[in-house]
């Protein structure tokens, strides 16, 4: 059964198809992003080593000196997440303890060890939501109280899960491609989550 009701849905791709009309996407990152994919896609089984270089590398986004802290636990997620296995609670909660207690370096961490289910959760992306007073359980204060942080970002992630199988988020992401062709070879995670981030950082 699905969690989100079609209006909240419909909701959300009527804003973004209003906003393709008068912004551009983001296109900062595209660069280095391609290149972060191929790393990881080139991990076949992450440890210690490729764990470290990874979280450093994403955080190479984000204007934050790491604080890594790396369990074997954290590596089984990431192991985990490649294979494809779901992921329970305990999973997020260990990735999230490993990277600098961020459920923003978590996400951003597993999108690119799975950018096909996991998208990438960040103060733009709440600012999304809540700029367009969109599904409220995602941007709503959790205040540094990781389960809620956790917890917020599977109820985003589930919305994202259910978008990218609908038609109308089909025509958008071939719309995109055609304006601007290197986003052909996102995935539809990476695509969806790219259209969130820039309508918020173009948005005033």
């Known amino acids: 059964m699905e969690r ?32 972060f994919l191929d790393f990881f896609h080139n991990i ?16 190479g986004w984000m204007p934050t000196i790491p604080n890594i802290s790396i369990t074997q636990e954290a590596i089984n997620t ?4 490649k294979q494809e296995e779901p992921l329970n609670y305990s999973d997020y909660f260990y990735l999230v303890k490993s990277v600098n207690n961020s459920i923003v370096g978590a996400s951003k961490i597993l999108h690119f060890v799975n ?17 367009n007073f969109l599904i409220e359980d995602i941007y709503k204060k959790t205040y540094n109280d990781k389960k809620k942080e ?16 609908m038609d109308p988020f089909q025509k958008i992401f071939n719309a995109v491609s055609n304006a601007y062709p290197i986003t052909a070879k ?18 005033k």
Do not use: W
């Open 4 to 35: 989100f009701s079609l209006y909240e849905k419909d909701n959300v791709l009527r804003t973004i198809c209003e906003y393709l009309k008068t912004t551009n996407i983001e296109t900062q990152y595209f660069d280095s992003y391609f290149e």
């Open 44 to 59: 076949g089984v992450f440890d210690y080593h490729f764990f470290t270089i990874g979280a450093y590398l994403i955080y």
């Open 78 to 81: 990431l192991n985990k997440a």
């Open 115 to 131: 950018p096909k289910e996991y998208p990438i959760f960040d103060s733009r992306i709440k600012s999304f939501f809540a700029k």
């Open 150 to 165: 956790i917890n917020q970002y599977l109820i985003y992630k589930t919305l994202c899960e259910e978008i990218i199988e």
């Open 186 to 203: 996102f995935t539809k995670m990476r695509m969806l989550e790219n259209l969130f981030f820039s309508f918020d950082k173009n948005s």
